[in-house]
């Protein structure tokens, strides 16, 4: 039976940014057991905020600036905090989730996915906005026209919102996070920020 590795994310979430050298590196290491087809790496996203057009308030940028200080002093990610000064930020991550669902389509989901996270805490550009998104979509090959009806369906037709109800089923609450699902049992697996050893071993200790 082949067993599938959830991993649930947010594109605006830090701590996903955060995660993201080791996540790679766990990738890697997982590769012979994808290519023995006992493993596969399912994403699925997680939607931190809802569409919103209100100005972020002040307290509540000031809370997430300091969480980006914070993931930088204990991980050594890289932020530009010039996004604080120079953008108009919204409590708003669904465009940017519907941007790497719609990616999924064309086998370009991970490159969304980066290209957001890049666009946002290397170039202080704000994915909320659709035009950054668009931007993100030509830089990875697609189409601009064409991705922009089809974010359309997909929030007219709530596709994103059903997977985030089922991340929620699943028990999936926290972003980034993994778990990895054999037949009908989740095993949560224990995330280390820091070096991908101790998730590669628990995998392989419930494959076994």
């Given at each position: 039976m082949t067993a599938t590795l959830i991993y649930c994310y947010d594109p605006m979430c830090s701590w996903c940014w955060g995660f993201r050298p080791t996540w790679t590196k766990l990738q890697k290491a997982l590769q012979d057991l994808i290519d023995a087809d006992q493993l596969i790496i399912q994403p699925m996203l997680g939607g931190l905020a809802v569409d919103s057009d209100v100005a972020m308030p002040d307290e509540m940028k000031a809370k997430?600036?300091?969480?980006?200080?914070?993931i930088q002093a204990s991980l050594g990610t890289n932020f530009n905090f010039d996004f604080w000064k120079i953008a108009a930020p919204r409590r708003s991550t669904y465009p940017a989730c519907r941007a790497c669902?719609?990616?999924?389509?064309?086998?370009?989901?991970?490159?969304?996915?980066?290209?957001?996270?890049?666009?946002?805490y290397l170039q202080a550009k704000n994915p909320s906005d659709l035009n950054t998104l668009v931007e993100c979509a030509e830089q990875i090959g697609m189409n601009a026209d064409g991705f922009q009806k089809t974010m359309q369906h997909v929030k007219n037709e709530r596709l994103l919102e059903e997977e985030i109800e089922q991340a929620r089923h699943l028990g999936l609450n926290s972003f980034?996070?993994?778990?990895?699902?054999?037949?009908?049992?989740?095993?949560?697996?224990?995330?280390?920020?820091?070096?991908?050893?101790?998730?590669?071993?628990?995998?392989?200790?419930?494959?076994?």
């Open positions: 997430l600036e300091g969480t980006w200080q914070n669902y719609v990616a999924r389509d064309t086998g370009l989901e991970e490159e969304m996915y980066h290209a957001i996270q890049e666009a946002y980034p996070s993994l778990a990895l699902l054999i037949g009908d049992k989740l095993t949560p697996i224990p995330l280390d920020y820091k070096d991908h050893s101790s998730m590669l071993n628990a995998i392989k200790k419930a494959l076994s």
